[in-house]
T-cell receptor, first 113, second 117 residues
Framework: GQQLNQSPQSMFIQEGEDVSMNCTSS?????WLWYKQDPGEGPVLLIA?????ELTSNGRLTAQFGITRKDSFLNISASIPSDVGIYFC?????????????FGKGTRLSVIA | GAVVSQHPSWVICKSGTSVKIECRSL??????MFWYRQFPKQSLMLMAT?????????EQGVEKDKFLINHASLTLSTLTVTSAHPEDSSFYIC?????????????FGPGTRLTVL
């Protein structure tokens, strides 16, 4: 099935540093979504992207839909301890209302105070 | 945003017993619900897609007779793990998509941790 390549797998950063993670696909995606999952919880939607080139911010988070429609990145500025968690990219490989999301394997973020 | 609940949040059962997990959309109607399982330090693996009033569509490798899914109403879907075994121990998460929703309106429940002894 469809797969998304998400990198890095894990990151250890100092509080206050900026973070960048990305996701790539071998095929065109029509939607890119970024979720955060805290331990023992379900994923929470952070940002949704629908158009190639779209750049969207949500507080300290910024995500972009790549021009080629095969990649997306998520940046977190000035990280804080509560940013700790697993970040997943997800997307729809074709435009269909009921197409299941395809998930990346996640980026585990640790913030050192 | 829309709220999806799951019950129970955790369950411990003996091998051979069946366990039912409920997923409810609390403030919206969900025509489609998805069931995922997640092993430690791994991503979410889609198990099945459930449309209200019809049979669930299972992903390859997921036994439909073992993981029974019912989506009888627009606000409730259930996953029953039948004759559970230790290898079924996992974190099960449901996700609900609202009727007529845009592609971003897929909301996740808090998950249910199943431990089979």
């Amino acid at each position: 099935g469809q797969q998304l390549n998400q990198s890095p797998q894990s990151m250890f950063i100092q509080e206050g540093e900026d973070v960048s993670m990305n996701c790539t696909s071998s095929s065109i995606f029509n939607t890119w979504l970024w979720y955060k999952q805290d331990p023992g919880e379900g994923p929470v939607l952070l940002i949704a992207l629908y158009k190639a080139g779209e750049l969207t911010s949500n507080g300290r988070l910024t995500a972009q839909f790549g021009i080629t429609r095969k990649d997306s990145f998520l940046n977190i500025s000035a990280s804080i301890p509560s940013d700790v968690g697993i970040y997943f990219c997800a997307g729809h490989p074709r435009f269909s209302g009921n197409t299941p999301l395809v998930f990346g394997k996640g980026t585990r973020l640790s913030v050192i105070a | 945003g829309a709220v999806v609940s799951q019950h129970p949040s955790w369950v411990i059962c003996k091998s051979g017993t069946s366990v039912k997990i409920e997923c409810r959309s609390l403030d919206f109607q969900a025509t489609t619900m998805f069931w995922y399982r997640q092993f430690p330090k791994q991503s979410l693996m889609l198990m099945a897609t459930s449309n209200e009033g019809s049979k669930a569509t299972y992903e390859q490798g997921v036994e439909k007779d073992k993981f029974l899914i019912n989506h009888a109403s627009l606000t409730l879907s259930t996953l029953t793990v039948t004759s559970a075994h230790p290898e079924d121990s996992s974190f099960y998460i449901c996700s609900a998509r609202a009727a007529g929703a845009g592609l971003n309106e897929q909301f996740f429940g808090p998950g249910t941790r199943l431990t089979v002894l």
